[in-house]
């Protein structure tokens, strides 16, 4: 019988500790954050308690694009407007909400990621033009920004009907105020 209960026990503690967190119990909130700057790059994955949490966090360098681009498709089929608070990251889910927060000055932005970028080495997130005028690095052109992933967006909010087009020509190009397609000439 006494064997019976410490293996028992022993399977209970066993069981217990697995469900354990390692977690920081003085931090309360606050050990739920990202390690100081310097240690390390992102992303830190959060454990999600609720929404209003990030879902990860990145650190580093941010750009901005813009005027080159205005009216082309975006990676979602979405067409790009650069005076939407809008963005371009490798990895977040398409469409997803993100908190970036210029590092230097504490300002920060809610931007829809709907675009695949940054292809410059050593950037993790572009940005579009209005989302760096908020940010006010648009001169700069660059900025140390930490991003926190807040999750999935809308898929119906701003979303275009798919289409088809010729990979050879590319994807058409679309009035970001009329959304009417541009009739560009023949190649």
């Known amino acids: 019988m006494r064997l019976a209960r410490s293996l028992c026990a022993l399977g209970a503690f066993a069981l217990l500790s697995a469900c354990a967190t390692n977690s920081d119990t003085s931090g309360g909130e606050e050990s739920a954050r990202a390690p100081a700057l310097g240690e390390g790059r992102g992303p830190w994955i959060i454990p999600v308690a609720d929404s209003a949490r990030p879902r990860a ?28 608070l809008t963005a371009a990251h490798p990895t977040l889910p398409l469409p997803s909400l993100a908190r970036v927060t210029r590092l230097d000055t504490g300002e920060s932005v809610v931007v829809r990621v709907n675009d695949r970028g ?46 088809a087009f010729d990979p ?12 009417e397609p541009i009739q560009t000439a023949q190649r």
Do not use: C, K
């Open 57 to 84: 966090v990145y650190e580093g360098l941010a750009s901005w694009y813009g005027a080159r681009f205005q009216g082309r498709l975006t990676a979602n089929g979405e067409v790009f407007d650069q005076h939407a």
């Open 118 to 163: 940054p292809f410059v080495e050593g950037r993790i997130i572009d940005l579009s033009f209005a989302a760096a005028n908020e940010l006010d690095f648009v001169e700069d052109g660059v900025a140390e920004v930490l991003i926190e992933a807040l999750g999935p967006a809308d898929v119906e909010d701003r979303a275009a009907p798919p289409m």
């Open 168 to 179: 050879a020509e590319g994807p058409p190009r679309f009035d970001a105020e009329t959304l």
